[in-house]
């Protein structure tokens, strides 16, 4: 068990040191200087990126014994490795590597807090019909992650235009109505996947509004509708720069409450294991 810790933080460490490599390689543009393009950039930061999701995702394999550990520090660096897996994705056909400047370090930090300081958990047992609802909000969650996250580069390059702070690192950036594009897809997509989520909670989990659940049901409820209101917005009244951003963030962080909110409060402050 020595032997298999000690290999379990080497590879920890591995993943972190590559998550944090690949965040100043895209983070470097930002910056002006040079000649390198952003996307010169890109790829060699990309690749590193690809090995850290990798590492991230064997480490959390191996560390919770190739299950679903839903405890509060073991689920955060699980999304944390989506997040990160899907952003890889997203950059196959849009050039938004930046967004791994947000990604990837908070990747890095959670996968640092699960491996050295959270404490030692084991994966509860539970039946497919709940693993499937746990995976679709798995995705759903991290889908709505990186529309956060394009919210915020979105806020980042309308303040810039509007006050007129055209530096280097401005034009690093992908093009405002490529973000704007990408951040509505997200939402659209992840919209989606929190119904499904919504839906298979409804046919598969006992008792949906019984204890320990009922937070996480109405919070999940009233994103979806902040979600919803903000892609009929879109469609019917053509919404855009700031009610969308701030629309999304809002959604995003009742989304974080109902996933993440229960579980903070039972495990960490009343010390109580929930599944």
Not at 22 to 40: I, N, V
Not at 163 to 188: C, D, K, M, N, Y
Request: proline share 4%; hydrophobic share 60%; net charge positive.
């Amino acid at each position: 068990m020595p032997h298999l810790h000690a290999m379990l933080s080497a590879l920890s460490i591995f993943a972190i040191v590559c998550y944090l490599l690949a965040s100043l390689l895209l983070a470097r543009p930002l910056f002006g200087g040079g000649t390198a393009t952003p996307s010169a950039f890109a790829k060699p930061a990309l690749a590193i990126a690809t090995i850290a999701v990798l590492s991230h995702a064997g480490d959390l394999l191996a560390m919770h014994r190739g299950a679903l550990d839903l405890h509060f520090f073991a689920a955060l660096s699980l999304v944390a490795c989506v997040v990160s897996a899907l952003t890889l994705l997203v950059n196959l056909t849009r050039p938004v590597a930046t967004l791994g400047v947000i990604v990837f370090p908070l990747s890095a930090m959670l996968l640092w807090v699960d491996s050295f300081l959270a404490p030692a958990t084991a994966p509860m047992a539970m039946d497919w019909h709940i693993k499937l609802h746990v995976t679709v909000a798995l995705l759903a969650f991290s889908v709505l992650s990186i529309a956060a996250a394009m919210a915020i580069l979105l806020a980042v390059q309308d303040r810039a235009l509007r006050h007129r702070q055209l530096g280097a690192w401005l034009s690093a950036l992908p093009p405002l109505t490529l973000t704007e594009s990408l951040l509505f897809r997200l939402i659209g997509a992840g919209f989606v996947l929190l119904t499904l989520t919504l839906l298979t909670g409804i046919l598969f989990v006992d008792n949906l509004f019984g204890q320990h659940l009922v937070h996480k049901t109405v919070l999940s409820i009233v994103a979806w509708l902040v979600f919803g209101a903000l892609l009929y917005g879109r469609w019917k009244h053509g919404w855009r720069g700031r009610s969308a951003v701030n629309l999304t963030l809002i959604g995003m962080g009742v989304l974080a409450l109902a996933f993440f909110g229960s579980k903070f409060v039972l495990e960490l402050i009343l010390h109580r294991v929930v599944d």
